[in-house]
């Protein structure tokens, strides 16, 4: 067995050494009553004469001591062993077993109920979409905390529908997040997926994840409160928050200088935006993601829609403060390919520097670039309106390091394979982690403190 298997069965809590070791004082305690109730009969009652010779056999007399003593000691001590090492293989086989992804059951329960070893990492991924959910699916595998902070800016579908009539910030990319971080046999992680149809139905075009994330707002009057509900319910591993808990519009400044309000209505406009804002200005940003991103080995940026998914949470106040004074490494995961009426024609260096110019210079230390842009040119020739990010042998840009690897998926050219992008990060996490052990890491009090410094030194 594997030394963390081995550390899992070990660990506390599990109901099995209890009884295990109770079974064992039981054994030494009758073990220890027959020896005595033995030695009474011994003494106290004469052996017939024909039984002595049987008697000294049984007992051993012939040995001197302690080599008796020792003899027993021994023999009983690899006879137990080998008992309970056998006991222990008939009971555990079943909990070794491993599930349709190949995780052993053992691992999954002990996941359940006390949550993974000790984490090696602290990880934070930021944005929003179809693109973070891709990344978490292939980051909840590591022994990581692992944070998720969303966007709630979308207005499009169920979203929009639901933000209209209950004026809560945006549930579906929080819904995306949590269902990714689920287990994947889960039935509760499909219900939340689940999309209900009809052309005659008020619900049609409703996802039930939305609608329960809906309810228990309005049950608990807290729309934090009922994401952390809802990751209960599906047992996520990891966090979910959303970067802000203010009800905001997305708007973009185009290049022609007209205002565009709304998500759905910037991701479908085919104009080049100059900038985009939120409204209100600069709401403040949710304390827990903020404390997530201080205390984070790795702050990751994308996957995703640049301008409605990764580049909105830079808007919210104290997140960029926040990442600033972070030790954690910033890793911007750079699109594969374009996205049409957001991104048309960008390379690789339009990405990057619309990241820096949001999230401000000397902040951004990597970005993560597909260097297998073959396969995604393929799939972008077929009349999709997008194009391949190339990426030409760079190797720094504006002072942000690129690494190039191959992270594109075999069944989606278009978009990350996210075990790949998975095992990226964790190297660059690794080596963050290793270059700031001995650094401090800041509190939500200090980053106020560093926010407001005139209110600070007037205290």
Known sequence: MKSTSLRLWLRPGLGIKRWIVLGI??????????????????????????????????????????????????????????????????LIAPFRAQDASGRAIAEIVNEHRFGPLTPELNVVAIGGGTGLSALLRGLKRANITLTAIVTVADDGGSTGRIRSAYNIPAPGDLRNCLVALADDESAMGQLFDYRFSGPDSELAGHSFGNLFITAMTQVSGSFDHAVIESARVLNVRGRVLPSTIANIDLCAWMEDGEVVRGESGIAHDARRIDRIFLSPDHPDGYEPALQAILNADLIVLGPGSLYTSVLPNLLVEGVDQAIKWSRGATAYVCNVATQHGETDHFGYREHIREVVKYLGQNRLDYAIVNSNPAAAGTAAAKGLDVEAVDWDGEATLDGVTLIARDVVSDRNPLRHDPAKLAEVLLDIAREARAASLNAPRPSIESLHAFDNPTATAAD
């Open 25 to 90: 004082l039981c054994m030494i305690t009758i073990s220890l009553a027959l020896a005595m109730f033995a030695a009474w009969i011994y003494r106290t009652y004469d052996v017939p004469a024909g039984s002595q010779t049987l008697v000294r056999l049984v007992t051993l007399q012939f040995v001197p001591h302690p080599l008796r003593e020792i003899g027993l000691l021994l023999v009983a001590s690899v006879l137990l062993v080998v008992a309970f090492v056998r006991l222990g293989t008939t």
